[in-house]
C-alpha cells in the first residue's frame, strides 16, 4: 500500500565527503539527533567538478538521509557545521510517494 503525500512533506537529502569515516560520523550525527530518520552511505564514488577554475576528479562517499520537510532546516545546520569542506554538497528532493508503513516509521523516527 502506498501514500499520497505532500510533495514537501518528505525529502531526500544527498551530501558527499571524501572519507568513509567522514560519512558515517555525519550519518550516526544526524541520525542520533533525530535530524534524519535514516542515512544510506554509498561509495566510493568518482566525482567530478568544477572547483576554483579547475576540472577536479576525486572519490567521495555519499550519504543520503531521509527527513521531513520541519527537520530540514537542523539537518542542513548539522551537516553545514560538521562537515569540513568549504562549500558541502546539501541538496534536498521532495519525495512525492512512500509506503505508508515507511513513512509513518520517517515520522516517528524524526519526531521530537
Known sequence: MT???SP?????????????DKAEHLARGAVQARHAACAQINGPVTSVYRWKGEI????EWQILFKTSEGRY???EAW?????DYDTPEVIATPVVRGSAGY????????AG
Open 3 to 5: 501514500s499520497d503525500i
Open 8 to 20: 514537501s512533506a518528505w525529502l531526500t537529502v544527498l551530501t558527499t565527503t571524501d572519507a568513509a
Open 56 to 59: 577536479e576528479t576525486a572519490q
Open 73 to 75: 532546516p537542523e539537518l
Open 79 to 83: 551537516l553545514l557545521g560538521a562537515h
Open 103 to 110: 513513512l509513518a516509521w520517517m515520522e516517528q523516527e524524526t
